[in-house]
């Protein structure tokens, strides 16, 4: 059998295209995509490319949510019909790293290949570790978003938010609007979201932010430390993947700050940390990436209590076959968060 499927042939090359559809072996289960949501590490392979990137291949980091199609010889858990997600990977748990407890460095991941598409194969291993049903009360679209979101929650967790922080974020995009909820949860005195679009930063209001800083019109360094009695924040996350956001964060942060360069910056790039702030102020600088399958339960669990309600992240909502206008304009326009991507 045929389906449509979105293809990327190397930058600003994507195109969607008819292709086999996926026959689930053991273990494994096969799901109509009701619900694709596009990611920044799309973008990312769109525009500039990710480390390990290959072309072609199929297009999609894996957000998405659907329904029961067919299950593989062995699967019990899921049955035709249900209504589910998949996070889009599960590490091995025998490698090296896997061994230190470093899941989210997995040297040898089970991978979701694709998105934006039709059908889409759920490996075993994924089944076992990272597959869920889906409430009646939760949409797909929230569904959909459970592997961004549940890398913010490590993010977040690993960020050692206490109680009173003031927390700053650089980014207004999905993954800073996470972290804004999540900084709540976690009891921040004060949240602090340092961004460049009045549109989001009005969304981040909404999900809790305690002060906005468009740096089109104000100096964000001066500003937060302006907020924080002259301190600086206690704890910064960097939702962007710029180097220069990665050294702001640096000059924000207060002595004896945590800072998590959360946002991936392109192949090879650098950034410079003055070494009076490393051993004179003892801040923490360190990042995380990925997210591991402990984060990914816990994430699942504030999705469907709608603890953190994820609705407004999905901005618009736009056919299959119009997938390329819909990277444009997410590429484009200063209100699209998300887009879903509707088969």
């Known amino acids: 059998m045929?389906?449509?499927?979105?293809?990327?042939?190397?930058?600003?090359?994507?195109?969607?295209?008819?292709?086999?559809?996926?026959?689930?072996?053991?273990?494994?289960?096969?799901?109509?995509?009701?619900?694709?949501?596009?990611c920044g590490t799309d973008v990312k392979s769109i525009v500039r490319g990710r480390p390990g990137d290959t072309f072609p291949r199929l297009l999609g980091h894996g957000e998405v949510s659907g329904v029961v199609e067919e299950v593989g010889e062995g699967v019990t858990r899921f049955q035709v019909g249900q209504r589910v997600v998949a996070h889009?990977?599960?590490?091995?748990?025998?490698?090296?790293?896997?061994?230190?407890?470093?899941?989210?460095?997995?040297?040898?991941?089970?991978?979701?290949?694709?998105?934006?598409?039709?059908?889409l194969l759920i490996p075993s291993k994924i089944v076992e570790v990272n597959m869920f049903e889906i409430p009646d009360n939760i949409t797909f679209e929230e569904a959909a978003q459970l592997e961004p979101f549940?890398?913010?929650?490590?993010?977040?967790?690993?960020?050692?938010?206490?109680?009173?922080d003031n927390v700053a974020i650089i980014g207004d995009g999905a993954q800073g609007l996470y972290f804004v909820k999540l900084a709540k949860l976690y009891g921040a005195g004060?949240?602090?979201?340092?961004g460049h679009h009045d549109f989001r930063l009005n969304i981040a209001k909404k999900f809790g932010a305690d002060e906005l800083i468009n740096e089109h019109k104000e100096n964000a360094e001066e500003k937060v430390k302006e907020l924080t009695g002259g301190?600086?924040?206690?704890v910064v996350i960097t939702a962007a993947g710029t180097p220069a956001a990665w050294e702001q964060a640096v000059r924000m942060a207060a002595k004896g700050a945590i800072i998590n360069q959360y946002g991936g910056c392109a192949p090879e790039t650098t950034?410079?940390?003055?070494?009076?702030?490393?051993?004179?102020?003892?801040?923490?600088?360190?990042?995380?990436?990925?997210?591991?399958?402990?984060?990914?339960h816990r994430a699942w669990e504030l999705i469907k209590s709608r603890t953190v309600d994820l609705r407004p992240i999905v901005?618009?909502?736009?056919?299959?076959?119009?997938v390329k206008e819909a990277f444009n304009l997410l590429m484009t326009s200063k209100e699209a968060l998300k887009i879903a991507i509707i088969p």
């Open 88 to 119: 889009n990977s599960a590490p091995c748990f025998t490698c090296r790293m896997c061994l230190k407890g470093l899941y989210s460095l997995c040297e040898d991941f089970f991978y979701v290949r694709g998105a934006y598409q039709d059908y």
């Open 2 to 38: 045929k389906m449509k499927a979105t293809m990327i042939y190397g930058f600003n090359d994507i195109r969607l295209e008819t292709v086999d559809r996926p026959e689930p072996g053991h273990g494994d289960v096969l799901i109509k995509v009701k619900v694709a949501t596009t």
């Open 150 to 164: 549940s890398c913010a929650v490590y993010g977040a967790a690993a960020s050692n938010i206490k109680l009173g």
């Open 231 to 234: 301190y600086g924040a206690d």
């Open 190 to 194: 004060k949240v602090i979201v340092c």
């Open 271 to 296: 950034f410079t940390v003055p070494t009076g702030r490393v051993h004179y102020d003892m801040i923490t600088v360190f990042g995380t990436f990925h997210t591991t399958p402990y984060y990914v």
């Open 315 to 322: 901005t618009h909502r736009i056919p299959l076959d119009d």
